[in-house]
């Protein structure tokens, strides 16, 4: 897959994710921390809105918007008039930024995927959503520390118990690839050590690296 063809796919998986925030927004959670399980309709006045799904959908709003125009920069080597405020604007602009990406040097491409990719995994984690894995701090055996991660050599490391993928939690981090870190645990065959098998190859044991 190209990069055009994934961030095509992004802003494809960021569309539903949209919908499903925008629903919630004018929901008051009782407690954000869980969730919203004793949640009520606000009438009239958007305020007090919905305490997770607001802030990342207004950050899409705006950041789809600054997206595009410095997309749009690169390509055409002018900004273009800004979009309006509705909802209709916003997926127009996530269009406009699948095909902007087809023209822009690669590392304005993978910029951008970075910037979906951590909006859509910010959606994911809206607890009233709950597509995503509850993620928790990667464990060592007693009395080791846990493998720091292998790009920005922080202990920033958090694994997803359901399916077993590990990420970094540096947003900052890129892989040698320059895409948010992503590995599988997976076990040595010659001695059952656990081993983290990363997306651009690389794959570390615990207090090793190979």
Same mark, same amino acid.
């Given at each position: 897959?190209?990069?055009?063809?994934?961030?095509?796919?992004?802003?494809?998986?960021?569309?539903?994710?949209?919908?499903?925030?925008?629903?919630?927004?004018?929901?008051?959670?009782?407690?954000?921390?869980?969730?919203?399980?004793?949640?009520?309709?606000?009438?009239?006045?958007?305020?007090?809105?919905?305490?997770?799904?607001?802030?990342?959908?207004?950050?899409?709003?705006?950041?789809?918007? @600054?997206?595009?125009?410095?997309? !749009? +920069?690169? #390509?055409? /080597?002018?900004?273009?008039?800004?979009?309006?405020?509705? $909802?209709? %604007?916003?997926?127009?602009?996530?269009?406009?930024?699948?095909?902007?990406?087809?023209?822009?040097?690669?590392?304005?491409?993978?910029?951008?995927?970075?910037?979906?990719?951590?909006?859509?995994?910010?959606?994911?984690?809206?607890?009233?959503?709950?597509?995503?894995?509850?993620?928790?701090?990667?464990?060592?055996?007693?009395?080791?520390?846990?493998?720091?991660?292998?790009?920005?050599?922080?202990?920033?490391?958090?694994?997803?118990?359901?399916?077993? @993928?590990?990420?970094?939690?540096? !947003? +900052?981090? #890129?892989? /040698?690839?320059?895409?948010?870190?992503?590995?599988?645990? $997976?076990? %040595?065959?010659?001695?059952?050590?656990?081993?983290?098998?990363?997306?651009?190859?690389?794959?570390?044991?615990?207090?090793?690296?190979?």
């Amino acid at each position: 897959m190209t990069l055009a063809e994934e961030i095509s796919a992004l802003v494809t998986e960021l569309g539903p994710l949209l919908d499903q925030l925008r629903v919630l927004l004018p929901e008051q959670v009782a407690d954000a921390a869980r969730g919203s399980m004793q949640h009520h309709k606000v009438t009239g006045s958007p305020a007090p809105w919905h305490a997770e799904a607001g802030p990342i959908l207004m950050d899409i709003h705006e950041g789809a918007r @600054r997206l595009e125009a410095s997309l !749009r +920069r690169e #390509v055409a /080597g002018q900004l273009g008039e800004r979009r309006g405020g509705s $909802d209709a %604007n916003t997926v127009a602009a996530l269009a406009s930024i699948a095909r902007l990406v087809h023209a822009v040097p690669e590392d304005g491409a993978r910029r951008t995927a970075r910037i979906l990719s951590g909006w859509i995994r910010r959606a994911e984690e809206v607890r009233d959503i709950g597509e995503a894995e509850r993620w928790e701090p990667l464990r060592a055996p007693a009395g080791q520390l846990p493998p720091a991660c292998p790009y920005c050599r922080t202990f920033s490391l958090r694994v997803g118990r359901r399916e077993g @993928r590990v990420r970094c939690a540096n !947003r +900052r981090c #890129v892989d /040698g690839d320059g895409r948010p870190p992503a590995a599988v645990i $997976d076990k %040595n065959r010659l001695n059952g050590d656990a081993m983290l098998v990363w997306a651009d190859g690389r794959v570390i044991y615990y207090g090793a690296e190979s």
